[in-house]
């Protein structure tokens, strides 16, 4: 896990705007200052095409919101074939759970070409959350809106997979 005010090899200090950030529905619905203590913290970092963002069952520590490009979310099948969950674009994102919890990826996410994306990694937003819970409260009513169709879409693909163990957490396949 990144210390605050650290970076990992690739990423850059952030230069994304709060007019960025309100673009996205994560974000909307947050006070200017809200959005001050977040770009703070957030960094931007670029993956070539076919880079593996993460593996299903890697730990989660970030939320990532994709600036240009093009991700892939996927899980495997128990006969090895990729069943695609989501295709995401600009002002998408994903890996909101792991914000919250510390549970393992519960899907693959691909760079399906160059992709640009913000990160925002689970320590430093907790640590926002702590002093203002307008983000907190913000992030659950996205969760909640995001839950019945994410439901939906991991009932049929567990559909697919044996020993597949439906919970909330199993639902937000994306995360």
Do not use: Y
């Amino acid at each position: 896990m990144l210390m605050p005010g650290s970076r990992e090899r690739g990423e850059e200090a952030m230069q994304v705007t709060a007019e960025l950030f309100r673009q996205v529905p994560l974000f909307s619905g947050l006070a200017d200052e809200d959005l001050e203590s977040l770009l703070a913290v957030a960094t931007r970092r670029k993956f070539p095409k076919d880079a593996v963002i993460f593996f299903e069952h890697d730990l989660g520590d970030a939320l990532f919101m994709i600036l240009s490009g093009r991700i892939k979310v996927t899980i495997l099948s128990d006969d090895g074939r990729e069943i695609i969950l989501a295709m995401l674009s600009d002002r998408d994102f994903f890996g909101e759970m792991s914000l919250l919890d510390n549970e393992p990826r519960s899907a693959t996410a691909i760079a399906m070409q160059e992709t640009e994306m913000v990160i925002l990694h689970q320590k430093e937003f907790l640590s926002i959350v702590e002093k203002r819970p307008r983000v907190l409260l913000n992030l659950l009513a996205v969760l909640s809106a995001r839950l019945p169709s994410r439901c939906r879409r991991r009932r049929w693909s567990s559909s697919t997979r044996r020993n597949s163990c439906p919970s909330w957490r199993s639902a937000l396949a994306c995360s």
